[in-house]
């Protein structure tokens, strides 16, 4: 809601410097986004006087001007000197102030004003019209002032259009703030200041009745709840007056006409949107025009004000003539069978309220927000429509030379009762923590435009205003109460709370060591939608085994933000793919948070936790001694590998992935994680395939884990180890296999074998050679340590061990010590 500050300072007293205002606001509740200088675009826009006015010697239709604007153009010696400007309108003369755009100016639509040649003719600027200027509709000729202009003067000045703007984020449950009559309220609670607001009121009704000419019927009165019509006759469409059109400009819309400007400025002023029909283009029967506000009927369409043929729905209201066809969508846009133009003569004003629900999801459903929709969707006031429809009589009255109709008709089948509320002084003292009297409390209220009355008993009764739907209990009138009083007053105590220590639970704190460790790792945390693109799985090629089904959002707010997550990993990958496009080479991210498994025949989700991961790139940049190894498989297991320590994790094991399990993840470049024989999760190369559906062309390795089971398995406390005091023996072993022996096959087959003696075995070559080793087959060499906790190996001891493990070994897996 664009707040113009002349405006609102016509109905409230201001602060002098508008940020006042703007801190004040913020402190209860109003954000205010930007503050704007109206006026700073006619930069360069002055007050001109026509010195001199030729024929183009190229043109039987331009003019060749002598304009001065005193001071601001001077020669060569400092002396004012005119402009020579060549203008196309017609409606000027010698000697007549006007308003000229100089060199430098930049117009409403970004339009710069440069030296030109027009017709062969140097144009050093240019006279501008009320629509060049932005402030109204009439581009018939260039705007004319009044002879006592001063010549020289910034147009911006002189005209009053220097004004600021504050542009306030309006929250859903405010209706009433998306009005200046609203916020004037609200600024006066808020400053403790008095209003004035003066409202338009009719001169003179005159002729037949609106009721002679007009009969309305609601049929679907869970879609209106309130239609009030009003005739006026005889309008003269033209352009706006100066003030009104400067007023819908400061709002953020752009003059039209008179009769268009009238139901905006209305808008504006009173938060309850209008629609003018033109009477003449409703059919007629028994001497009246029939409105009738309906359900759609199945496959009706409409042409609305845009031009656009809507397809609409049975839940959604229109404005029909006499029942059959639809002349406005209710609420959201007029129909362009119905519209003013230059021919109307005959008006028929309409003041409504519609129900918001239905208007919320008509909007977006056609993709056709308004002004009026946005009001609508928040609620309007009802009980208030039948004294906006005479505001706006009176404008046509005054601004369109119309004459009003005598009285109105006002189809009204359940008024509105305004809420009563009883509020207690102790209980807000009590919620509120702080010392706020009675009368404080009283005062406040009022000042909102609540009726309080005290009671005996100490409460107090509270009448709501209608336009306040948000004040509906004790609660909303306490918080009202504390905002402006001020959250800051209150005076900070600790809480009451005996025999409880806070602090956060096991669960809490592993979870954090585990975005400690991954940060620790060099990841960075990241924080991705949990809403999904239908088909991310399918587009990732993850297999849905294990998932449940996809849990769809009825009303998206987004097309690719249809269903709720069901991995972390396509959210990642779109952050990969939005870094490398952005020339992040290195990306190393993670993320902690819930996926959504559906069921078919259960209500609610599981929403289990997962940890997912994403590497890309190198561990850092290139150096000018040394070049980074690219991220591969090994980076990730290492990741998964310092986690699971981290968190005091045993028994881990990490096992092949089967690539028909895991089509995601490149072959021989994937394994699940096991620890205590529960699978956690799986890392791996993610395939090129799925990297390409999210445009990636590198490498991108990545794991994904249950962090419920990270959880569960994970220790306080590792049995205790004594440091080892005797010393180690090792031997080098390497054994010639077949290709499909894992390592960590050996690794299990020589733990086995070498008892109590052997300390560790570590992998630290692989050798494939086809005539030395043999095809199909890989020489794998391993370091074996041994030791005893009580004494020092002997030489035969370790002798006898070694002999055994290796025959052992040999034998269960078909291998031999290689030579």
Known sequence: MRISYEWLGSMVDLPDDPKVLYRELIRTGTEVETIENVGEHLDHVVIGQVVSKQPHPDSDHMWLCKVSVGDQNT????????????????????????????????????????????????????NCSERELGLGGDHSGIMILPPDAPVGMPFSQYHGTSDVVLD????????????????????????????????????????????????????????????????????????????????????????????????????????????????GKLSERDGKRHIVVRAVEEGEE????????????????????DGGRAVALAGVMGGLNSEIDDTTVDVLLESACFDKSHISRTSRNLNLMSEASIRFERQVDAASCDEVVDIAAALFESCCGATVCRGRVDEYPAPVEAAQITLRPERVRTVCGAPITDDEMAHLLERLGCA??????????????????????????????LRLWGMDRVEATLPGAKNHHGGLTVDQQRSQLIGETLRACGLSQTFTYSFAQDGDLERTQISETGRGVPVRIMNPLLADQSEMRRSILPGLLRSVAYNLDHGVENVALYEQGRVFF??????????????????????????????????????????????????????????????????????????????EGELLGWVGNVHPSSLANFGINEDVVAFELSEAHLLRLAKRELPYVDVPTMPAITHDLAIVVDEDVSCETLEQRMTSAGGKLLE????????????????????????????AADHTLTSEEVEKAHEKLVKKVCRSTGGEVRG
């Open 75 to 126: 020669d060569a010696e400092g002396n004012p000197a005119p402009l020579q400007i060549v203008c196309g309108a017609q409606n000027f003369n010698e000697g007549d102030k006007i308003v000229v755009a100089m060199i430098g100016a930049v117009l409403p639509g970004d339009f710069k004003i440069k030296k030109s040649k027009l017709r062969g003719v140097e144009s050093c600027g240019m």
């Open 452 to 481: 309080v009355v005290p009671k005996r008993d100490g409460v107090l009764q509270v009448v709501a205003p209608t336009s306040r739907p948000d004040l509906a209990r004790e609660a909303d009138l306490i918080e009202e109460v």
């Open 168 to 279: 306030c984020e309006i929250t859903p449950n405010r209706p009433d703030c998306l009005s200046y009559v609203g916020m004037a309220t609200e600024v006066g609670a808020v400053l403790d200041e008095d209003t004035h607001i003066e409202l338009p009121a009719i001169a003179s009704e005159e002729g037949p009745r609106s009721a002679d000419l007009v009969d309305v019927r609601i049929d679907a009165t869970e879609l209106c709840s309130r239609y009030v019509a009003r005739v006026v006759r005889g309008v003269k469409i033209g352009p706006s007056p100066e003030w009104l059109a400067r007023r819908v400009i400061a709002a953020g819309s752009r003059p039209i006409n008179n009769v268009v400007d009238v139901t905006n400025y209305v808008m504006y002023l009173t938060g309850q949107p209008l629609h003018a029909f033109d009477l």
């Open 302 to 321: 409409l042409t609305t004000l845009d031009g656009q043929e809507r397809a609409l729905t049975s839940d959604m209201a229109v404005i029909s003539d």
């Open 760 to 787: 560790g075995a570590r992998l630290f070559d692989v050798y494939r050679d086809p005539i030395r080793v043999g095809v199909g087959k890989k020489s794998m060499a391993f370091e074996l340590t041994y030791r």
């Open 598 to 675: 559906g069921h078919e025949k259960r209500t609610l989700p599981d929403e289990p936790h997962y940890v997912a991961g994403v590497l890309a790139g190198a561990w850092g940049e290139d150096g000018w001694n040394e070049k980074r190894a690219k991220l591969d498989f090994f980076d990730a297991k290492g990741v998964v590998e310092r986690l699971l320590s981290a968190l005091r994790i045993t028994k881990v094991r990490f096992k092949a992935a089967k690539p028909e399990e895991y089509p995601w993840l490149q072959p021989g470049r994937a394994a699940e994680v096991y620890a």
